[in-house]
């Protein structure tokens, strides 16, 4: 069966630190890969999504930034975090070329200080 | 791009009564249209799908219809229980792809 794994859980920064959060599929070939974020009581928005290795389209332009360097693996990073950039973090897959669900990732949350 | 809007943001009903969310979309290319569930402080969880080609689809108590025509699709969930509390998110993709997520309904089901 497929798994998805995020980490880390919870995660306190500086403005201005960098940051890298991590989320590994295993289970499945070639997913699709995604990157949300939801504010405090707030819906999910679509950052980041992957088709394939190298292959990342940007939803929304800001100082983020996402990386697949292997075909279950997907990072996001920025260089600089902002005070706004504080929210739960989603990874999800979900199956290329078919009519199937996300799955998400236990996320983590980010309280940028 | 893809636009879903979700009504309404907040429902409260009685423990045994019937709770319906409604959301539009804007893209025709969307043909799947999954519902979620999150608890607070936890992940989103599938709990009801429905494709382009189908009208409606019912498990147990949780049904969702579709109206292609009018780019309308609907939660129903019948005998409400405590444990129905939550978030509930529409969304519609293309082809299972760029899945674009409605605002949000915050229920509560009153004992």
């Known amino acids: 069966s497929q798994t998805i794994h995020q980490w880390p859980a919870t995660l306190v920064q500086p403005v201005g630190s960098p940051l890298s959060l991590e989320c590994t599929v295993e289970?499945?070939?070639?997913?699709?890969l995604y990157w949300y974020r939801q504010a405090a009581g707030r819906g999910l928005q679509l950052l980041f999504y992957?088709?394939?290795?190298?292959?990342i389209s940007s939803e929304v332009p800001q100082n983020l930034s996402a990386s697949r360097p292997q075909d279950r693996q997907f990072i996001l990073s920025s260089k600089k975090l902002l005070l706004s950039d504080s929210g739960f973090y989603l990874c999800?897959?979900?199956?290329?070329?078919?009519?199937?669900?996300?799955?998400f990732g236990n996320g983590t949350r980010l309280t940028v200080t | 791009g893809e636009n879903v809007e979700q009504h309404p943001s907040t429902l409260s009903v009685q423990e045994g009564d019937s709770a319906v969310i409604k959301c539009t979309y804007s893209d025709s290319a969307s043909n799947y249209f999954p519902w979620y569930k999150q608890e607070l402080g936890k992940r989103p969880q599938l709990i009801i799908d429905i494709r382009s080609n189908v009208g409606e689809k019912k498990d147990q108590r949780i049904a969702v219809t579709l109206n292609k025509t009018a780019k309308h699709f609907s939660l129903h969930i019948t005998e409400t229980q405590p444990e129905d509390s939550a978030v509930y998110f529409c969304a519609a993709s293309p082809y299972g792809q760029n899945f674009v997520f409605g605002p949000g309904t915050r229920l509560s089901v009153l004992p």
């Open positions: 289970g499945t070939s070639n997913p699709n």
């Open positions: 999800a897959w979900s199956v290329t070329g078919n009519n199937s669900p996300l799955h």
């Open positions: 992957s088709v394939g290795i190298g292959q």
